[in-house]
């Protein structure tokens, strides 16, 4: 395995917010899915299957998700699956994007490896992906 580096954009489409299927005592979860498209060393698309949990009085939510992304990268054809785990609390912000072992197909079958997401002012989306095959 060589340890490798992408980075790029994606633009995301289609938020379909589920009404909440439990809401109390302040708290609701419900269920999101979305879709990505990749642009620069990845070049992909992705559905995105999220579950989310917000506190609106305490101004915090947080989600896990499982995002299937299929397309090319570096070059080589194939898919993976990437798990999310994110927190907001009150503005304090973390989150955690990673592959998940064994989920590589293709050309991409033995990946591993971790994703970056930044946001900028304007929203733009960019990613940043330290991986091994």
Known sequence: MRDMFAKGTFDTAGWDAKPPFEERDGVSVGLVTMSKTFHGDLSASSVVYMLVASAEAEDSRAYVAMERIEGTLGGR???????????DDRGEQSLSVTVVPGSGTGELAGIRGRMDIAIDADGGHSYTFDYRL
């Open 77 to 87: 054809a194939g898919a993976f699956v990437v798990q999310h785990n994110a927190v």
